[in-house]
T-cell receptor
Framework: GENVEQHPSTLSVQEGDSAVIKCTYSDSASNYFPWYKQELGKRPQLIIDIRSNVGEKKDQRIAVTLNKTAKHFSLHITETQPEDSAVYFCAASRGGDYKLSFGAGTTVTVRA | DAGVIQSPRHEVTEMGQEVTLRCKPISGHDYLFWYRQTMMRGLELLIYFNNNVPIDDSGMPEDRFSAKMPNASFSTLKIQPSEPRDSAVYFC?????????????FGPGTRLTVL
């Protein structure tokens, strides 16, 4: 099955700086890569996703890049704010079964 | 739509008791997923359904766990008998890829504590 590895496990950044989280996947058939944000005690919520026919996608302060050849994708958060503090999960899915394989998560702390 | 609904939100039970978790997916969604979240193992997919039919239950940890989806608007996850190691947050999620909505929408979760 699909194996998704996520790094780093924890990330502390100064408010206003950028944060980058990296994930690798094992199944070359995977074609959908979402990122979820989970605040303490809350449910995971989708913040951005990318499909394998796209190399980069942006939504305001967040962006995701995908390198299919290397089988890795990254989340970039610019101008971090205290409300960005949360656990971020990457995931991968192959077309056809729609199940997600999640990374282990990255705890992001934005220092004021 | 109210989103994915789960009940109960919290459950505390004693080892050996039966536990039933409930989920109502978003109306019109034809995929339903059950996840378990723990600090040690992260987010694990337990089982998922398509059009009420179980597609992949390879993540169900053992025979003590069972899941059903009797109709498009209701699913249950049952643990019998429960054990302390089953303590976790259980999430239900739904999606509708056929309509282009591959995104999985998560419910608020059920926090299960087995004493």
């Amino acid at each position: 099955g699909e194996n998704v590895e996520q790094h780093p496990s924890t990330l502390s950044v100064q408010e206003g700086d950028s944060a980058v989280i990296k994930c690798t996947y094992s199944d070359s058939a995977s074609n959908y890569f979402p990122w979820y944000k989970q605040e303490l005690g809350k449910r995971p919520q989708l913040i951005i996703d990318i499909r394998s026919n796209v190399g980069e996608k942006k939504d305001q302060r967040i962006a995701v890049t995908l390198n299919k050849t290397a089988k890795h994708f990254s989340l970039h958060i610019t101008e971090t704010q205290p409300e960005d503090s949360a656990v971020y999960f990457c995931a991968a899915s192959r077309g056809g079964d729609y199940k997600l394989s999640f990374g282990a998560g990255t705890t992001v702390t934005v220092r004021a | 739509d109210a989103g994915v609904i789960q009940s109960p939100r919290h459950e505390v039970t004693e080892m050996g008791q039966e536990v039933t978790l409930r989920c109502k997916p978003i109306s019109g969604h034809d995929y339903l997923f059950w996840y378990r979240q723990t600090m040690m193992r992260g987010l694990e997919l337990l089982i998922y359904f398509n059009n009420n039919v179980p597609i992949d239950d390879s993540g169900m940890p053992e025979d003590r766990f069972s899941a059903k989806m009797p109709n498009a608007s209701f699913s249950t996850l049952k643990i019998q008998p429960s054990e302390p190691r089953d303590s976790a947050v259980y999430f239900c999620a739904s999606s509708s890829p056929g309509l282009g909505a591959v995104e999985q929408f998560f419910g608020p979760g059920t926090r299960l504590t087995v004493l």
